[in-house]
């Protein structure tokens, strides 16, 4: 049983198309994030959500929108794909937030836009 | 500007010998470590966290050796097995803007020869 599920596992698409990636948590956890991995391996911070509130938003394009239904889901709107927006893109949760628990990962999107 | 610096993109250990993965940060502000693990398409699991009022913490074969001095933290795997070979990431936490912000380094790959 999966705790941190994100689809799909793989999405290849054309530069200008719109996507998204979905991610459920099923360990009732308050805080997710959206982390991109980009081609030097470099682990970054996206976005979080705690309690259906953006509390993070690092200088990241306004073409990615992150949108939470419910605290058990983080879905990620990506418009107008780049070829620089080619990537491993992680989902992941953590208890509160606080930055001293440890953080649940998904297994990871491969974006490869063409 | 690279905060958490895994200097060793590889490392090859013997089975059996003790692995030390290494990670170096320049932020004074960074007050809590962790180290997370990485198999191939999966997402990093949680292996173990330091804060910065101890200088050593202890989870059966992984310790973490923290030197503040020296914004120095390494991890020891000791004995290493085979099923210890993954990417190896060390994290950094420091709070800002109300809440803990996670810096990723960019992993070193262990393999663990049989």
């Known amino acids: 049983d999966t705790a941190v599920s994100q689809t799909p596992k793989y999405l290849v698409t054309q530069m200008g198309n719109d996507k998204s990636i979905k991610c459920e948590q099923n360990?009732?956890?308050?805080?997710m994030y959206w982390y991109k991995q980009d081609s030097k391996k470099f682990l970054k911070i996206m976005f979080s959500?705690?309690?259906?509130?953006?509390?993070i938003n690092e200088t990241v394009p306004n073409r990615f929108s992150p949108k939470s239904p419910d605290k058990a889901h983080l879905n990620l709107h990506i418009n107008s794909l780049e070829l620089g927006d080619s990537a491993v893109y992680f989902c992941?949760?953590?208890?509160?937030?606080?930055?001293?628990?440890?953080?649940?990962f998904g297994s990871g999107t491969q974006l490869s836009v063409l | 500007d690279q905060q958490v610096k895994q200097n060793s993109p590889s490392l090859s250990v013997q089975e059996g010998r003790i692995s030390i993965l290494n990670c170096d940060y320049t932020?004074?502000?960074?007050?809590?470590f962790l180290w997370y693990k990485k198999y191939p398409a999966e997402g990093p699991t949680f292996l173990i966290s330091?804060?910065?009022?101890?200088d050593k913490n202890e989870d059966g074969r992984f310790t973490v050796f923290l030197n503040k001095s020296a914004k120095h933290l390494s991890l020891h795997i000791v004995p290493s097995q085979p099923g210890d070979s993954a990417v190896y990431f060390c994290?950094?936490?420091?709070?800002?803007?109300?809440?803990?912000?996670?810096?990723f380094g960019k992993g070193t790959k262990l393999s663990v020869i049989p």
């Open positions: 994290a950094a936490s420091a709070p800002g803007a109300g809440s803990y912000q996670l810096t």
């Open positions: 992941a949760s953590s208890q509160s937030g606080t930055g001293l628990e440890k953080l649940f």
């Open positions: 959500y705690n309690n259906k509130e953006l509390i």
């Open positions: 932020n004074s502000m960074f007050d809590y």
């Open positions: 360990l009732g956890h308050d805080t």
């Open positions: 330091i804060s910065s009022i101890k």
